[in-house]
């Protein structure tokens, strides 16, 4: 039985998901307001096409891969000149990190931001998302070997531009 954005259950399932949904799209887009913006472009979508999914399969992959073709919609946009998001505030601060683990956090981020973009979709669904390797490789639509290649190759750009080369992680 496909599902309706009327949906108590369906509501109630993407709001569960909404944190991680957040993250995947701040490691995409690179700010709060992009991701932001992002996930909400990806929250109506969602809803509206509630009734595209299948509930045999699971949900997360399906809500990824709108945040991520919702991403790649904002790409093209602004590569045409049309940008939507609007650049970060200046001094803008989310959480009250320490400001070592802030300032930590500000170099993963600027480190993962130089990563090209099919490296750094796959490093955010597998290492900080937590997907499996399956999962992930469906949500970008890409065999499982292109998806650990492009880990592997991301890891080793992110311990080179963290300063960290031959660590392992």
């Not at 009327?6 to 690179?30: D, M, V």
């Not at 073709?69 to 590569?79: L, T």
């Not at 956090?105 to 979709?121: F, T, Y």
Request: net charge negative; hydrophobic share 45%; with cysteine.
């Amino acid at each position: 039985m496909k599902q309706d954005a009327a949906s108590p259950s369906f509501r109630q399932a993407l709001c569960e998901r909404l944190p991680k949904l957040r993250r995947y799209a701040r490691n995409l887009a690179g700010t709060p307001h992009d991701a932001d913006d992002l996930l909400q472009v990806a929250a109506e979508r969602a809803l509206a096409r509630a009734a595209q999914w299948d509930p045999a399969q699971p949900l997360d992959p399906w809500l990824y891969r709108i945040v991520r073709n919702a991403w790649i919609d904002e790409v093209r946009a602004r590569r045409r000149g049309q940008e939507v998001f609007a650049d970060a505030e200046l001094g803008e601060q989310v959480g009250e990190d320490a400001v070592g683990a802030h300032a930590l956090r500000l170099s993963v981020e600027a480190a993962m931001a130089r990563l090209p973009e099919e490296q750094r979709s796959a490093i955010a669904l597998v290492l900080v998302e937590g997907l499996a390797y399956r999962e992930a490789a469906q949500v970008l639509e890409i065999p499982i070997g292109t998806l650990t290649s492009r880990l592997a190759r991301g890891r080793e750009a992110l311990q080179a531009l963290l300063g960290e080369p031959g660590e392992a992680t």
